[in-house]
């Protein structure tokens, strides 16, 4: 049961004031008796039960009636001091007091909630007034501009006055994970506003930020946590926190705080949260002005910076201006623009102060990243990074922090193209921590300046890019008109070193023996690029050249932790870095285009690019340059074939067409010697070609036989059936000791294949130390593919020849067998017959036998005339006057016979092989027949002669014919044509109808082309 509305004590004091009225009634009845009846003055005790029902209730009033029954029956009714409450008048006057004080206090009851509710009613609407008021006056702030912090301000009071509570915080949640106070208000004590504490423990603000609703604690001495032990001091019982929600985000966190015994009323969290809405409005529309302010301002930075880039300031002006411009708008005490490089150091960029606090290094100074600090964590996460207090940050970028004395810094990254090119640093010299919203400020100020530096970049791109066109049109302008490689070369490096702007260029080639060489090189300066050109080292230890080789990709190396050959000539010469990058010319490493610096700074961070973008032009004018000597050595290898093949077409002979091979090969390769073998099936080589470049006083050692075996040239090709290549002071065996006499250094063999079978060997030999060309066996293995066609052709040429000739040879020995058998046969039985008939038979017919007789001479006669005839066909299938006396008598015998007068002219002196007389007189005889047969010749003129340098026998046969022969027409010339190519020899036919026929036939008198007998 709730105390008097006035102040008096509970029950006890109904009970005390039920009896004083009790007593007080008593005391009236008493004094009223002897004037009124006492029945009458019974219903006064009501006056005793009705204040205390009223004020007191049901139970304290029912109390007092029973008081009041039990007063009346002691006093009034008899017997008279005495108590009789069975009494039918006392319980009477119990019952309508215990009734009286129910109904009295139920009413009292109602009427006091009633005006209860009306005073709470009307609470709320003063407080709802008070609420109204509060947010127009924290609206008025907002609409005249005020600070955030003076809103914040505002706000703190405006709730602890509406509120009636003791305290009122409001804080807010950085991204950081730390929580800011931005106001306070409390009576007679100043807040920690600005002070920053991690979240943690367990307290309001930590429950909040957990659920993103409100949250309650009762008794805050359980609580914890660092935001707990900031308020704990102050005697803080309870307290209630209410999120502050802008834009759909989670800002902050309301509290109130009670420090007496009863904690904040049930309904505050609704109250505060009603309150917070509009006081999330006004933080709103604050940020929404500052916001707005700022966009202005980064605007107003942005256009300034574009327009430096705009006129094409150099990149330290753009630089000095974007540091200026974040650190005016950031309003920060230090801005810093720095780049990474390399993925372990910063240079320094550029410096601004707000302070006039003048730089501590000079701009393209080198810190080493490292330790805790805000440069190292933007580096090693990418993302923005804080640290409100750089007393605890370490490493290189700390120490120099230390000495500038700032105390709290916020870095932000630059990503230029998807790649972190640095970052820009906002410091602050002062104790406080830069703002909660400074990453984001500075963030989006560096996609601007990374905007402006990309637009930079590009632009220098483009200069480089229109540079290296130039250089390549430069070049392909050299390629164009063939200049030499070593001018190609020079012209590369010094286009490259030019456009790359750096100290050295130098080109080297990777020679196949794994070795490389110096082939063009440049110099920024009048000194001589140190290393000279044709200079060979081995490709080894710890420097660019090595690396690029080593792994076909580009390197770079600082020359202070380099090793080898080439990296103690660059140190010695000076050099401090190197970047190299591969030339792959048609797939296969070539060499490199390496880049060169004597500076302490490190070559430009992207020269691989451009270098490789150069390297890629550069290849593709080597590979134009190899394409052009390419061509010309498959052009002249395309004429030496033709001149092989013409040798080969016109029946030359074997050692012509060695000799002619040799040389070829010798002049098209540019080789000192040039030896051409043949494997013989015992085990032996011969060789049947040979060619030197400068002449010797020994003879070539054509025919010369050696014996395989050691290790040589010859030897290695027979035994691999592979391309071979020796250095023939290591060398041993016949072939190689006589390489040796010939002066050899070096030979590269390749081997001839006709038709799957090793032939023999064409091999290159050089008397200079140098070794022969990388290229030589593929170049040569080229050329003897078509020398072995050659061969083919020769070997299949001399085949059919010879077979030509066997079956010429089987036709002749035919003919003279079966001019023998008929000379021995028939001939001598035609002979035996005719004499037996002239003799013997006609002895012994008798005289007047006169008819018979006569038959038997007709029949000697006609035995005569067949042995005649058959003695002519004997002679027209092998003429033997032509066996036994030669030339001279048969063709006499052929113009006796010839019906066509015949005009024979003989310059032969000896006679001649038995093959070439035959086909001398089948050719007269043929065209004598031809002559009187088919032309209607009226004469002919035959000339035979020889012609002893060319070693020819030629036979001409004109006739002043109607003319019209055809060589293809007919057996007779075919078959002549035929006999005559058996022996290596030409047959032609000239002739024209009315201009008669002239046959001609040349016919080689060399023993090679005798038939076998």
Known sequence: MRSCRFGWPGPLGGLVAGAVGVAAVTG???????VVPVSALAGLYVLAVLPVAVFWGVWPSLVVAVMSALADDYFFFPPMFALTPTDPDILAILVISAVTAVVVSVLAGRMRRRAGEAESLAG????????????????????????????????????????????????????DGVLTYVSWSQSGHEGPVGVRVPLGGRNVARLVFDTGRPARIDDYGKASGPAADIVRPLGLRAAVGVPVNVAGRLWGVMTVGSMGEQPPPADTEERLAGFTELVATAIANAQARVELRGFAEEQAALRRVATLVARAAPPEEVFGAVAAEAGRLLEVDVTILRRFEDGEHVSVGTWWSGTGVGEPFPLGTRVPLGGRNVMSLVFETGRPARIDDYSVASGPDADAAHGWGLRSAVGVPISVEGRLWGAVTAAYMRDEPLPAGTEERLAGFAELVATAIANAQARVELRGFAEEQAALRRVATLVARAATPEEVFAAVTAEAGRVLHVDYSSMIRLDPDGAMTWVGSWSDTDAVFPIPLGTRAEVGGRNMPTLVFETGRPARIDYADASGAVADIAVAVGIRSAVGVPISVAGRLWGLLGAVSTQLEPLAADIEARLGGFAELVATAIANAQAGVELRGYAGEQAALRRVATLVARAAAPGEVFEAVTAEVGRLLKVDFTVLSRYEPDGAVTVVGAWGRVPVSRPRPIGLRLELGGHNLHTLVFQTRRTARIEYAEAGGPPADVAREWGFRSAVGVPINVEDRLWGVVSVGSASEEPLPADTEPRLTGFTELVSTALANAEAQAALTASRARIVAAADTARRRIERDLHDGAQQRLVTLALHLRGTVQAAVPPEAHELKAHLDEVAAEVVSTLDELRELARGIHPSVLAKGGLHPALNTLARRSSVPVDLQMRIDRRLPEQIEIATYYVVSEALTNAAKHAHASHVHVKVDTDEADAVLRVQVRDDGRGGADLSGGTGLVGLKDRIEALSGRLSVQTAPGAGTTVRAELPLHSGNVLPG
């Open 124 to 175: 709320e609407v003063r407080r709802f007034a008070e609420g109204q008021a509060a947010l127009r006056r924290v609206a008025t702030l907002v609409a005249r501009a005020a600070s955030p912090e003076e809103v914040f301000a505002a706000v703190a009071t405006e709730v602890r006055r509406v509120h009636a509570v003791d305290l009122t915080v409001m804080c807010r949640y950085d991204p």
């Open 28 to 34: 009236l009845v008493w004094a009223l008796q002897s």
